[in-house]
């Protein structure tokens, strides 16, 4: 079964810096991998998706990023965060649309990330 | 439709009782359901799923009910202990693609 590393935990960064957040994932090839922020006390707000290398779709516009550099590889980034940044950020994978298998989705142990 | 800006809803049970958590779906044309638990700090972890030909599975101690007709589903906890404490998700996928469609999510409070 598959495993998703997240790195790193937590992360204090003041507004106006860069952020570079990565997601891994093990035991598993072609996954759809996802990037998520769930506020403190809320629900989860699906950032972007991408079913392959290079190949991002974002879902609500704002000053962060993703790329997949490699197959099992997503990476979240800004250039200038914001104060609104803050959250908990989660990576996921599935192998929605492959015959055999669910829409479920796996997530990593997520990073929090607090903008002062 | 997703939970971004609501705070969410709070479920207080006794230990031991049975817990109901429910859920309203928004497209009547998903056809899997699924019930996370994510606990402080951590990712969402998969409970149990569903798929829309049927209306009720059961796993170890814990039930899905599925009522196409009223968009609702539900999760059962039965004999609810201290380590159920956390959010609970319900989620549907909506348009049979990559993606899935996270509920309110419910907080569950165990009181001894």
């Known amino acids: 079964s598959q495993t998703i590393h997240q790195w790193p935990a937590t992360l204090v960064q003041p507004v106006g810096s860069p952020l570079s957040l990565e997601c891994t994932v093990e035991g598993t090839s072609n996954p759809n991998l996802y990037w998520y922020r769930q506020a403190a006390g809320r629900g989860l707000q699906l950032l972007f998706y991408s079913v392959g290398i290079g190949q991002i779709s974002s879902e609500v516009p704002q000053n962060l990023s993703a790329s997949r550099p490699q197959d099992r590889q997503f990476i979240l980034s800004s250039k200038k965060l914001l104060l609104s940044d803050s959250g908990f950020y989660l990576c996921?994978?599935?192998?929605?649309?492959?015959?055999?298998?669910?829409?479920?989705?796996?997530f990593g142990p997520g990073t929090r990330l607090t903008v002062t | 439709g997703e939970s971004v800006g609501l705070h969410l809803p709070t479920l207080s049970v006794q230990e031991g009782d049975n817990s109901i958590i429910n859920c309203a779906y928004s497209n009547s044309a998903s056809d899997y359901f699924i019930w996370y638990k994510q606990e402080s700090g951590k990712g969402p972890q998969f409970i149990i799923d569903i798929r829309s030909n049927m209306d009720k599975r059961q796993g170890q101690r814990v039930t899905v009910l599925l009522n196409k007709t009223v968009k609702h589903l539900s999760l059962q906890i039965a004999a609810t202990q201290p380590g159920d404490s956390a959010v609970y998700f319900c989620?549907?996928?909506?348009?049979?693609?990559?993606?899935?469609?996270f509920g309110k999510g419910t907080r569950l409070h165990i009181l001894p």
């Open positions: 996921a994978c599935s192998h929605a649309g492959i015959p055999g298998y669910t829409y479920e989705q796996y």
């Open positions: 989620a549907e996928t909506p348009n049979r693609d990559d993606k899935i469609i």
